[in-house]
């Protein structure tokens, strides 16, 4: 079984009221979700959207998720350099996330990363997009 997943996290401020955005393509049905992440920064932001993501296919899955082939797309390089091996983590915080998210890749057969450009991560991104709008809705009526 082959799953696409795309993930965008993003803060406005860096760090700021943040969010992440979840794409999944998976026997033709696409499930998209959006979360509000509170204070973050970009990079929290991102790895926390793909931790959500992958939680999201697994549970989408159940039982069958270690048969599963998840293609990642996201469109942070950093983040996808990092979980290929070519970048170190340097960052405490980021290291955390690093590790929760290698620790859930062994759900699955295979999990490869790709970046990708931000216009081709559009529905995620949107996902993004639309919690922080509403999230700035909630903040100017109270």
Same mark, same amino acid.
């Given at each position: 079984?082959? =799953?696409?997943?795309?993930?965008?996290?993003?803060?406005?401020?860096?760090?700021?009221?943040?969010?992440?955005?979840?794409?999944?393509?998976?026997?033709?049905? #696409?499930? =998209?979700?959006?979360?509000?992440?509170? #204070?973050? %920064?970009?990079?929290?932001? #991102?790895?926390?959207?793909?931790?959500?993501?992958?939680?999201?296919?697994?549970?989408?899955?159940?039982?069958?998720?270690?048969?599963?082939?998840?293609?990642?797309?996201? !469109?942070? #390089?950093?983040?996808?350099?990092?979980?290929?091996?070519?970048?170190?983590?340097?960052? &405490?915080?980021? &290291?955390?996330?690093?590790? &929760?998210?290698?620790?859930?890749?062994?759900?699955?057969?295979? =999990?490869?990363?790709?970046?990708?450009?931000?216009?081709?991560?559009? %529905?995620?991104?949107?996902?993004?997009?639309?919690?922080? !709008?509403?999230? !700035?809705?909630?903040? %100017?009526?109270?």
């Amino acid at each position: 079984m082959e =799953v696409k997943l795309y993930t965008d996290g993003g803060a406005r401020g860096n760090p700021g009221p943040a969010a992440a955005g979840v794409n999944i393509i998976l026997d033709k049905k #696409e499930y =998209v979700y959006g979360f509000y992440l509170g #204070e973050r %920064t970009n990079n929290q932001a #991102e790895y926390l959207a793909l931790e959500l993501g992958l939680k999201s296919v697994a549970d989408l899955l159940k039982e069958g998720a270690f048969r599963a082939k998840v293609s990642v797309f996201m !469109d942070s #390089e950093l983040i996808v350099r990092q979980l290929n091996g070519e970048y170190k983590v340097k960052d &405490q915080l980021l &290291q955390k996330h690093f590790s &929760q998210v290698k620790s859930l890749i062994k759900e699955f057969a295979m =999990v490869e990363f790709t970046h990708i450009p931000r216009k081709l991560n559009k %529905t995620a991104d949107s996902a993004v997009n639309k919690v922080l !709008d509403i999230q !700035d809705g909630i903040k %100017t009526i109270n």
